[in-house]
């Protein structure tokens, strides 16, 4: 059994720390972006390495559970302790070091608690990409983004997080320090600790450093908006586009019309490119290197799918702006969500040939549950659908949230009968800790409850995430 | 304790797989390449992967150790238990099923004892490459190169094996089968099973399938050797021409001259392509989409290379047949140095920008400790080094053997010195399990421990593999 913060041993950890890493005001880290889960506990923000390993210790020898906490933008509630003895809620806010930038070897280390979007900068300023881009860049950090191992817009060409981490230093449960910051490409010296702790979503440590992949920034960058009539012709563009342009194709983007709809109802306002809203349209975006025109790559590839009939309309960027602009639109459509209001969000994964299937047979089913609205959008190249549900345009937010747990039921099932994943990107947190035990192969589940009772045998790790609590 | 087989044991085998599963030559498995170290046991080669988990159910009730055997050409001994009580040494031969094939998905499924040249060319039947390349390809096996996480010559475009998995097949220490072959591109469902099995050297259960990743065929495809000045102006031409082709570069070799020597002294004879032998060369292979022009990107290359110093000559391929006889140099140096015979081989990797000072301060050691020839090359792309040490050329094959310990130790010294990896991609095995104790950071050790014995609790899978026996 776990106990709660005391008095007693708050003020065990007033003496291991300095007085600065104590919060007056906790209700940012007792809420999250979807305000569906409240959260408890003592917020501690440790300066170094040290300190989080001194906390860390501390809560050890005490049995005091450990939330970890980066930006606070994650969806499935793995940032958020509602029930139990109170924890420590463990920021990473004051972990802001840029420890180092090799641009020679394209490697940059830095603390977990760095904001992407500052990681994203320092690469730049030395003439490199660091690709992970998604649309809480500017609030979110490195740690909980490894932690939870986090995908967004450019993972066809990159990879997710994963593919982008070399070492890491890791606070483990009993508070010993693995010193794992690596800036090697290879190194088959063990079991690949690296991967196991990226998206552990802090069950297993407190990622507190990370030595990052940079890549050469592309310079000749492009982008275009196709429509296209169907999901399996924008599949088809995707396999196409890969034989024309291939590596060069950094993001694809699906979009239905319905995110262009909300976007003109409740904003954020963007530029509409289309003077009729298509059904379906593509994101293109491709970087190329000095010798590369990614106009002509666009001009061509749009031209041979027009005559193929996979894209019926077109705008491709003449400059930055233009680029911008309809990035605006993709990057806009999870506030325009917000202020809708989702029923149930579903961050799902196919097989890249099931997708066409995936959404015929859910609009049909859907529509046997209740009148709603559907916005399927995300990343195509990946086969990852934020597939999400809203009320009916005549209906208040909110009012049909009682479908929740149906909606949410039916989609899971028809995505594990099509060998999808219920979690393509945003993990299992607490939400879908259900899911994982109702969808998950039984030898799998096994070993994650073997590995988790040997690498954190107290369970004072995030508990109740990924795996139920014991 | 473990048990050795018995004619019992075997008795009992023979009634749970056919009689083809038995082999009466077990001399082939019982060697290795380099001749180090001879094996013992009982081979069993099951039919499929039911017949595999009925093998070890066996094992495990019975405590018998189980030795996976792939295509046996891992270089540091994984596939081969010379002492301890017999084990079954359980080949994957017959496993060589290709299950499926998703061109439209890139995704190929197959069997763990399909030839690595046998995949290579299903995926060029359908117009895709899979990128995994390496000296063995045509004898070593899929399930082998996936849990030694196999490297070789394309590593820098397209990752290691661990990069071009993306669902496992694995049976568990227990006999229970892990159905974890998704071919999905995203999926956080829960800790990275994959990649904790790839890479674990046969030590956590036996790979029996796997979804493998396939990528568009690049089409347009060029080579050039080129003789630079050091191993400094390679890491800076290396750097060049990442800017200029971006990712478009699938290799990039370092040689040095003394390899091009061996070929000559004791063959495969190969066409030598420099009048005179440079002290270093790289070859460069670039792959490029249908748009390409690899000839243009490499004469570029070369101009500006050539007028910033950091190439002195150099040829570029002007036909698939050039080409190969670049790489067919590139190639045959393994088996030079197998016919020379080394004191000492090393599979190094160090941070990029390290890679120079490594050279230089490795060969004043070296010389320090005797006189011997080096041969050093490999994948510089990778900051991976194949350093391996020969007798003086009078001197006769094995003569200084002794040098062995000595020699090794210093090299591994400097490397950990340096920040690198004493092995980069030929993995622990039963060679390096010294120094893995030696030079891991000690959480990391303890970890690997805890792991191992959580998911065999009873230390039959591979004993004495990467971790020592207890």
């Not at 139990?84 to 490697?107: D, H, Q």
């Not at 296209?228 to 694809?252: E, K, N, R, T, W």
Request: charged share 20%; with cysteine; net charge negative.
């Amino acid at each position: 059994m776990l106990n709660g913060v005391t008095p007693e041993f708050e003020n065990r950890l007033r003496g291991l720390v300095d007085a600065a890493a104590f919060r007056a005001d906790t209700a940012p880290y007792f809420t999250e972006p979807r305000g569906r889960w409240q959260g408890q506990g003592l917020v501690v923000a440790p300066a170094d390495t040290i300190a989080v390993a001194a906390v860390v210790t501390a809560c050890a020898q005490a049995r005091v559970a450990i939330v970890p906490y980066s930006g606070g933008t994650g969806l499935v509630g793995g940032q958020i302790m509602e029930d139990g003895p109170a924890p420590v809620v463990l920021s990473l806010e004051r972990l802001t070091k840029i420890r180092a930038v090799y641009p020679s070897e394209n490697v940059l280390v830095c603390e977990a608690g760095v904001i992407l979007a500052h990681v994203q900068q320092a690469a730049e300023d030395v003439d490199r990409l660091f690709p992970l881009s998604l649309a809480s860049e500017g609030s979110a950090r490195i740690g909980g983004l490894l932690a939870t191992n986090a995908g967004g817009v450019n993972v066809l060409r990159y990879g997710n997080a994963r593919a982008l981490c070399l070492g890491l230093e890791v606070v483990r449960p009993d508070g010993t320090i693995w010193h794992g910051l690596t800036r090697l490409r290879k190194d088959n010296t063990g079991y690949d600790l690296r991967n196991l702790m990226i998206g552990a979503e802090g069950t297993l440590g407190i990622i507190t450093a990370a030595a990052l992949r940079l890549v050469p920034r592309p310079v000749q960058i492009g982008a275009a908006l196709l429509a296209v009539p169907s999901p399996q012709a924008a599949l088809d563009l995707l396999a196409m586009a890969g034989a024309q342009i291939g590596d060069g194709l950094s993001a694809f983007e699906l979009m239905h019309r319905q995110g262009l709809d909300f976007l003109a109802e409740v904003g954020p306002e963007v530029r509409q490119p289309f003077e009729t809203i298509p059904a379906w349209s593509v994101l293109i975006d491709l970087g190329l290197p000095a010798s590369g025109d990614p106009d002509a790559a666009l001009e061509r590839l749009f031209a041979d799918a027009f005559d193929a009939g996979l894209v019926s309309d077109g705008v491709i960027a003449r400059s930055a702006a233009q680029r911008q602009a309809l990035w605006d639109i993709r990057e806009n459509i999870p506030e325009a969500n917000r202020r809708i209001g989702s029923i149930a969000s579903h961050d799902i994964a196919l097989p890249l040939s099931a997708v066409p299937d995936f959404i015929a047979q859910a609009e049909v089913a859907l529509r046997a549950l209740g009148d709603m609205r559907i916005n399927c959008f995300g990343h195509l190249g990946d086969g990852n659908l934020h597939y999400n549900i809203f009320p009916a345009k005549d209906r208040a937010r909110g009012a049909d949230d009682a479908l929740r747990p149906a909606v949410q039921k039916m989609i899971h099932d028809l995505v594990a009968a099509l060998d999808g994943s219920v979690s393509a990107e945003h993990g299992i947190g607490r939400a879908k800790v259900g899911d994982l035990q109702l969808y998950g192969d039984p030898a799998k589940l096994a070993m994650l409850r073997a590995i988790k009772d040997a690498l954190d045998p107290q369970g004072i790790m995030n508990p109740g995430v990924i795996l139920p609590q014991r």
